[in-house]
């Protein structure tokens, strides 16, 4: 890997064929953005430095990618060679800088780190990566001769034996600093398009005796670009078989691939295995022997060992060993449960942490609770944690026992071993060992009903 690597992502365009108002670059494969999957990519191969160049609906782009890379602002779409060109500063005069596409998000890191050492293990000046297209038609056309490179044809400019040929230009580029900035200063844009091209800039430069080549790429489906929802459909799916595929050669059971989507950062340990209709995102990490499926949803978790959660929806929570999670339960940010846990049916968490061997088993809403070891919580109970103004903690502590339709309204304590009658609305601490009832006596009228 060449020290001083500088990387240019190009996100300006607005994709019309997408026919959406969300700018092209920003549409998600999985669980993560085109222009983010690119990101990522290039810094797990080892980028020190990225810019990306922004155009259409640029401040909601740079909303959505953060401050992670520095920005360039092409005001008009005039090509990718102008494109470019608004990031000379960037450019600067030493070391290398790769250049990609925003909407080419399946390219590899080892593909990325492949074509670093290509471009500077011959020391060339300009290095562009191609692939042999099973439909050529759109790409711009490599052109060689007795197998060495000449020139980048773009299809529309293309003479009809050089639009026959199925070595297509990638998109992707590599040049060392000073030789691309110069060769900008000198691109035309005397083309059908009336566009600066960025694939002159490689004749450009080997017209100055520079040393240029096109690194052939094994897999077309790494330079896949995306420009409608059925192109992203088609990244999604070469994404999601990559992914699945990955994690099965690691030990992990995945019943029905086809229906399973795993994101690109989820961790998963060996002999877990996920059910059908499971959606796996953001930082998710599973542990070994656990059962997640089959229908649930889980967002940036983390799951320990020989925890079984079917049927749920799980965001930004904690499980911890041989817990079970539904079905049908809700996991909101910040819950975190403990060992031997069950969570079931219809039982939402949220902000709360749950101590080992709790039951929660069914029609329970816990918020902002910090619940003990071995309680027991009855059919129907309710934290009343917010009163329309600012929300409050409940503390339930080891071994209670919360009766059947119980409203808790915070902030409020039950001790250990304290029992709360079924039907009661606690909104006083229950000492340890207490039996709490906080409900009217019943009054039974005679002969009511005949008179109703």
């Given at each position: 890997?060449?020290?001083?690597?500088?990387?240019?992502?190009?996100?300006?365009?607005?994709?019309?064929?997408?026919?959406?108002?969300?700018?092209k670059?920003?549409?998600?494969?999985?669980?993560?953005?085109?222009?983010d999957?690119?990101?990522?990519?290039c810094?797990?191969?080892?980028?020190?430095?990225i810019?990306?160049?922004?155009?259409?609906?640029?401040?909601?782009?740079?909303?959505?990618i953060?401050?992670?890379?520095?920005?360039a602002?092409?005001?008009?779409?005039?090509?990718?060679g102008?494109?470019?060109?608004?990031?000379?500063d960037?450019?600067?005069?030493?070391?290398?800088?790769l250049?990609?596409c925003?909407?080419?998000p399946?390219?590899?890191?080892?593909?990325?780190?492949?074509?670093?050492?290509?471009?500077?293990?011959?020391?060339?000046?300009?290095?562009?990566?191609?692939f042999?297209?099973?439909?050529?038609?759109?790409?711009?056309r490599?052109?060689?001769?007795?197998?060495?490179?000449?020139?980048i044809?773009?299809?529309?400019?293309?003479t009809?034996?050089?639009?026959a040929?199925?070595?297509?230009?990638?998109?992707?580029?590599?040049?060392?600093?000073?030789?691309?900035?110069?060769?900008?200063?000198?691109?035309?844009n005397?083309?059908?398009?009336?566009?600066?091209?960025l694939?002159?800039?490689?004749?450009?430069?080997?017209?100055?005796?520079?040393?240029t080549?096109?690194?052939?790429?094994?897999?077309?489906t790494?330079?896949?670009?995306?420009?409608?929802?059925?192109?992203?459909?088609k990244a999604?799916?070469?994404?999601?078989?990559?992914?699945?595929?990955?994690?099965?050669?690691?030990?992990?059971?995945?019943?029905?691939?086809?229906?399973?989507?795993?994101?690109?950062?989820?961790?998963?340990?060996?002999?877990?295995?996920?059910?059908?209709?499971?959606?796996?995102?953001?930082?998710?990490?599973?542990?070994?022997?656990?059962?997640i499926?089959p229908?649930?949803?889980?967002?940036?978790?983390?799951?320990k060992?020989?925890?079984?959660?079917?049927?749920?929806?799980?965001?930004?929570?904690?499980v911890?060993?041989?817990?079970?999670?539904?079905?049908?339960?809700?996991?909101?940010?910040?819950?975190?449960?403990?060992?031997?846990?069950?969570?079931?049916?219809?039982?939402e968490i949220?902000?709360?942490?749950?101590?080992?061997?709790?039951?929660?088993?069914h029609?329970?809403?816990?918020?902002?609770s910090?619940?003990?070891?071995?309680v027991?919580?009855?059919?129907?109970?309710?934290?009343?944690?917010y009163?329309?103004?600012?929300?409050?903690?409940?503390?339930?502590?080891?071994?209670?026992?919360?009766?059947c339709?119980?409203?808790?309204i915070?902030?409020?304590t039950?001790?250990?071993y304290?029992?709360?009658?079924?039907?009661?609305?606690?909104?006083?601490?229950?000492?340890?060992?207490?039996?709490?009832?906080?409900?009217?006596?019943?009054i039974?009228?005679?002969e009511?009903a005949?008179?109703?």
């Amino acid at each position: 890997m060449s020290t001083n690597l500088k990387v240019i992502i190009l996100a300006a365009g607005q994709g019309t064929r997408m026919k959406s108002k969300v700018p092209k670059v920003l549409h998600k494969v999985l669980d993560k953005t085109m222009a983010d999957c690119v990101i990522d990519t290039c810094l797990e191969a080892g980028a020190e430095d990225i810019c990306v160049i922004v155009g259409h609906q640029s401040m909601m782009v740079k909303k959505m990618i953060g401050d992670r890379v520095k920005y360039a602002f092409q005001k008009e779409q005039l090509g990718t060679g102008h494109a470019v060109m608004q990031a000379g500063d960037f450019i600067g005069e030493d070391g290398n800088v790769l250049i990609l596409c925003g909407d080419t998000p399946l390219i590899r890191p080892e593909t990325i780190k492949q074509i670093i050492s290509f471009h500077t293990e011959n020391d060339n000046s300009a290095t562009g990566v191609s692939f042999i297209a099973e439909n050529p038609t759109g790409y711009g056309r490599i052109i060689r001769e007795q197998g060495k490179f000449v020139k980048i044809v773009e299809q529309k400019d293309a003479t009809p034996k050089e639009q026959a040929v199925n070595e297509v230009n990638s998109g992707v580029y590599i040049f060392k600093a000073a030789s691309l900035k110069s060769a900008l200063e000198g691109l035309k844009n005397n083309n059908a398009s009336g566009e600066y091209y960025l694939t002159d800039t490689l004749e450009v430069i080997k017209s100055k005796g520079e040393k240029t080549e096109v690194m052939k790429a094994e897999d077309e489906t790494e330079f896949l670009g995306v420009n409608s929802k059925l192109d992203l459909y088609k990244a999604t799916k070469v994404l999601m078989n990559r992914i699945n595929e990955k994690h099965m050669l690691e030990g992990v059971s995945i019943i029905n691939p086809e229906n399973t989507y795993i994101g690109q950062d989820v961790k998963i340990a060996p002999d877990t295995i996920i059910l059908p209709g499971t959606s796996l995102k953001g930082k998710t990490k599973i542990g070994t022997d656990c059962i997640i499926g089959p229908n649930t949803e889980i967002t940036s978790s983390e799951i320990k060992d020989g925890v079984s959660i079917k049927m749920s929806v799980l965001d930004n929570a904690y499980v911890d060993n041989y817990t079970t999670v539904g079905p049908f339960a809700y996991l909101r940010p910040g819950a975190h449960v403990g060992e031997h846990v069950r969570i079931g049916d219809f039982v939402e968490i949220k902000n709360s942490n749950i101590d080992d061997g709790t039951k929660v088993s069914h029609l329970t809403y816990v918020g902002d609770s910090d619940v003990g070891k071995g309680v027991n919580f009855g059919c129907g109970t309710v934290t009343a944690n917010y009163d329309g103004v600012s929300k409050y903690r409940t503390t339930i502590k080891d071994n209670a026992f919360i009766g059947c339709n119980t409203n808790l309204i915070a902030p409020v304590t039950v001790g250990e071993y304290a029992v709360t009658a079924a039907g009661s609305t606690i909104n006083k601490d229950v000492p340890d060992h207490a039996l709490s009832i906080a409900r009217k006596r019943q009054i039974n009228i005679d002969e009511w009903a005949k008179k109703k």
